[in-house]
Nanobody, 124 residues
Framework: QVHLVESGGGVVQAGGSLRLSCAAS????????IAWFRQAPGKKREFVAA????????YYQDSVVDRFTISADNPANTVYLQMNSLNFEDTAIYSC?????????????????WGQGTQVTVSS
């Protein structure tokens, strides 16, 4: 059974940086994809970034391109989300999720397992 635990959230000033971690157990880092999603208060969950294991391709939501980077430490079974130049609109609960599929990485319906999430708050 896949178990995902996120960490690294917190309060940061606008323009600052955070690095989120997602520790995975029971998941092969060679199958499907792993992604970060976020959900702000009163809003739908949205895709942030994904990494597809088959070819190490990465995908990002337009609003985070050039600011966020998804990466993996395979021996440690951990995936990271480096977030730079944070702004108020990035405030949300960030969750990691794993998928068995190689396509549709931006759609939360393609993901089978989810962590509990970590809160990121960007202050002005």
């Amino acid at each position: 059974q896949v178990h995902l635990v996120e960490s690294g959230g917190g309060v940061v000033q606008a323009g600052g940086s955070l690095r989120l971690s997602c520790a995975a157990s029971g998941h092969s880092f060679s199958t499907g994809a792993i992604a970060w999603f976020r959900q702000a208060p009163g809003k739908k969950r949205e895709f942030v970034a994904a990494l597809r294991w088959s070819d190490n391709s990465t995908y990002y939501q337009d609003s985070v391109v050039d600011r966020f980077t998804i990466s993996a430490d395979n021996p440690a079974n951990t995936v990271y989300l480096q977030m730079n130049s944070l702004n108020f609109e990035d405030t949300a609960i960030y969750s990691c999720a794993t998928s068995r599929y190689l396509d549709g990485v931006a759609f939360d319906s393609r993901y089978d397992n989810w962590g509990q999430g970590t809160q990121v708050t960007v202050s002005s």
